[in-house]
């Protein structure tokens, strides 16, 4: 899925440290997403992007901010990273809203963040 | 608020057994539905989805899903599974018109040779 690149795909981190993952899509979709994935708990809506300059909070956007400023790209910050922020991220991109008949949302193959 | 629930968290079947992974939703209007794989490592693909129409929902490798929408379900289903079906299976729901989706928690697939 080479639509969708996440970097880095591993990280460790100190708790309290700062960092960003970077999430680029090449298919000019509109709709950006940013996941967490934790055991027992499925896929979480962190923040998500309709366009480019909007940004939105999901189910779980404590402790994150994200920024969209180019339409290809979706950045989410940890700004004092927490044990509590060890996951699997995913991004996504899809052209339609999640409900629209068309619409297919492509995921990134994951980063690994692990807080100590 | 949209939630999504997988009652089945690890199922392990041996192989050319048949498979149904429930999912039930709970929303009162128009919904779309998928399911999505993710396989040891990698990331998640879409399987199939349900928008309109015929309920009996095929997807690719051979999995299928019927939207009973009395019952506000979206079960999985395949006849036959391969050891290559060991997977981490979830489903997902979008009411039309929202703009994200909502997924259940997952159910882990093992399939033994």
């Known amino acids: 899925n080479a639509g969708v690149t996440q970097t880095p795909k591993f990280r460790v981190l100190k708790t309290g440290q700062s960092m960003t993952l970077l999430c680029a899509q090449d298919?000019?979709?509109?709709?950006m997403y940013w996941y967490r994935q934790d055991p027992g708990m499925g896929l979480r809506l962190i923040h998500y992007s309709v366009g480019e300059g909007t940004t939105a909070k999901g189910e779980v956007p404590d402790g994150y901010n994200v920024s969209r400023l180019k339409k290809q790209n979706f950045l989410l910050g940890l700004e004092s990273a927490a044990p509590s922020q060890t996951s699997v991220y995913f991004c996504?991109?899809?052209?339609?809203?999640?409900?629209?008949?068309?619409?297919?949302?492509?995921f990134g193959e994951g980063s690994w963040l692990t807080v100590v | 608020a949209q939630s999504v629930s997988q009652h089945n968290h690890h199922v392990i079947l041996s192989e050319a057994a048949s498979l149904e992974l429930g999912c039930n939703y709970s929303?009162?209007?128009?919904?779309?539905l998928f399911w999505y794989v993710q396989y040891p490592g990698q990331h998640l693909q879409l399987l199939l989805k349900y928008f309109s129409g015929d309920p009996l929902v095929k997807g690719i490798k051979g999995f299928e899903a019927e939207f009973i929408k009395s019952k506000f379900s979206f079960n999985l289903r395949k006849p036959s599974v391969q050891w290559s079906d060991t997977a981490e299976y979830f489903c997902a729901v979008c009411s039309t018109g929202f703009q994200k989706l909502v997924f259940g928690t997952g159910t882990r697939l093992l399939v033994s040779p």
């Open positions: 298919m000019n979709h509109e709709y």
């Open positions: 929303y009162g209007g128009t919904v779309n």
């Open positions: 996504a991109s899809s052209t339609h809203p999640g409900g629209h008949s068309g619409n297919t949302i492509y």
